[in-house]
């Protein structure tokens, strides 16, 4: 971990009753970085991403984001700090749009020199601004679409265009590819590999052809430890990660 990482988490600890679900993790993600964190069901991932975001609370350890503390900050907090997270369920407003919802998206996330804007102004900046999400995530052609009635893939699609209307600096996936059929997943390979170029990305996938093809780095997490941390060749040669997880 050098001192000029993006993002710094130090020693968190959070217990559930007796279990200690994180146990003392230490894990940086530095700029331009795709860094995946895989382990087996239960190992602690997706507690790891609520302490990370803010949803749950700490009982011990640290994180900061561009050196700026995040430790304490409520998550909309951390979300203007530069932390934006997509999660696992769909989070779209079903009943809207696919345009409302990047609308609604991009107006929640308007910069404060936006107020100073005559109307129209105000107005054109955020279609522009949701017309770009939507090119972004490849929905430009699903804009009269309601959300809740799009395929599978492109609910995901919209979701990772919702976590990135906040401009974020890390980006926090946590399995974007589930419950995705072969076609849908090679889609958010390309789109991740794409905003590799935006923002870093903390990725949480099962898929692993799809961790080995996007990360720069892999943690592997098991009963609530970093169990090992490296790039895709030294974490496929790992004894230890092949005996409690590639199951090789
Ligand atoms: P993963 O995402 O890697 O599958 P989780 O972070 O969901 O793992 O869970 C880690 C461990 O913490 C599991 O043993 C799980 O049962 C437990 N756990 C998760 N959330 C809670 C909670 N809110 N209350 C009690 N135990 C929890
Ligand atoms: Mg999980």
Redesign the pocket.
């Known amino acids: 971990m050098s001192a000029a990482s993006l993002f710094q988490a130090r020693g968190l600890v959070k217990r ?2 007796g ?1 200690l ?1 994180t146990d003392h993790v230490d894990l940086a993600v530095e700029k331009g970085e795709i860094h995946a964190l895989i ?1 087996p ?8 991403v609520n302490l990370i975001s803010g949803l749950l609370p700490l009982d011990g350890g640290s994180l900061s984001l561009d050196g700026v503390e995040l430790t304490g900050l409520a998550p909309h907090q951390r979300v203007r700090a530069g932390l934006s997270r997509c999660f696992q369920v769909t989070s779209v407003f079903g009943h809207d749009t696919v345009l409302d919802n990047l609308l609604l998206a991009a107006q929640a996330h308007a910069g404060s020199s936006f107020r100073f804007l005559s109307r129209r102004s105000a107005e054109k900046e955020l279609m522009d601004t949701a017309l770009a999400l939507a090119e972004t995530v490849d929905l430009a052609g699903a804009l009269h679409r309601i959300a809740g009635t799009l395929p599978h893939g492109a609910q995901r699609k919209l979701d990772v265009a919702l976590a990135l209307a906040a401009r974020p600096r890390l980006l926090l996936l946590d399995e974007p590819m589930a419950g995705m059929g072969p076609e849908d997943s090679l889609q958010m390979v390309a789109l991740i590999e794409k905003l590799r170029a935006q923002t870093a990305i903390l990725l949480i996938e099962h898929d692993m052809d799809a961790v080995f093809q996007l990360a720069d780095r892999v943690s592997v ?1 098991d009963y ?1 430890r970093v169990l090992a941390s490296g790039d895709v060749d030294y974490i496929k040669g790992h004894p230890e990660v092949q005996a409690v997880y590639l199951g090789t």
């Open positions: 559930f009753g279990l679900a382990g069901n239960g190992a602690g991932k997706s507690t790891l997490l609530g």
